[in-house]
C-alpha cells in the first residue's frame, strides 16, 4: 500500500524547501544558518544520542559530532511524504537521505538513512521550524564517519 500526501501542494512545497535548505547547512557545516529552521524547544533522537531537548544540546551532542565527518549529504525530497494538521500549525515530513561516509583509513562509504521531522509555526503565514527530529541511518550502515571538515560555524 503506497502512503498518501495528506498536505496540501502548497505546504508539501514548503517542507520540501525546507528540507533543502537544511541539506544545504549539514553540506556546509554550517551550524549558524540550521538554527533559524528550527524551535528551541526541539527535542530530537539521532545517529549519535539517545535523545536530546532543546536547540543548543542538538546542535552539540549531534550536529557537531557528524556534520564535519560526511560529505555530499542530500535529502530525497522527490521522495518526501509530508501531512498538516486540520488547522494548518502542525505538520511532517519523512525523507530519506544520501550522504558519504568515511572509514578510519579515509576510504568512502555510502551513507544512507531516513528522517522523520514534526514542524510548528505560530500562523497560517509564518515560516515552518522543527520541534522534533528522528534522523537515523539505514540499517547495516556503519555508525561512524572519520572524515574532517571544517565548520563555518
Known amino acids: ?21 537544511w541539506d544545504d547547512y549539514v553540506d556546509a557545516v554550517d551550524f549558524v544558518a540550521a538554527r533559524a529552521l528550527f524551535h528551541p524547544d526541539v527535542v530530537g533522537f539521532g545517529t549519535r544520542m539517545e535523545y536530546v531537548a532543546g536547540l543548543e ?14 560529505a555530499g549529504f542530500k535529502f530525497l525530497t522527490e521522495r518526501l511524504i509530508s501531512g498538516v494538521s486540520p488547522d494548518g500549525l502542525l505538520a511532517y515530513g519523512i525523507v530519506p537521505w544520501s550522504s558519504t561516509g568515511f572509514h578510519e583509513d579515509g576510504t568512502p562509504f555510502e551513507r ?6 514534526l514542524f510548528t509555526r505560530d500562523g ?22 572519520h572524515g574532517s571538515r571544517p565548520a563555518r560555524s
Open 1 to 21: 500500500m503506497l502512503l498518501e500526501q495528506l498536505s496540501s501542494p502548497q505546504v508539501h512545497d514548503e517542507l520540501t524547501a525546507w528540507f533543502d535548505a
Open 57 to 70: 544540546n542538538l546542535e552539540q551532542q549531534q550536529w557537531r559530532t557528524v556534520w564535519g565527518t560526511i
Open 112 to 117: 544512507p538513512g531516513r528522517a522523520t521531522v
Open 124 to 145: 497560517q503565514d509564518a515560516l515552518w521550524r522543527a520541534i522534533h527530529t528522528h534522523i537515523s541511518l539505514d540499517p547495516g550502515t556503519p555508525q561512524r564517519s
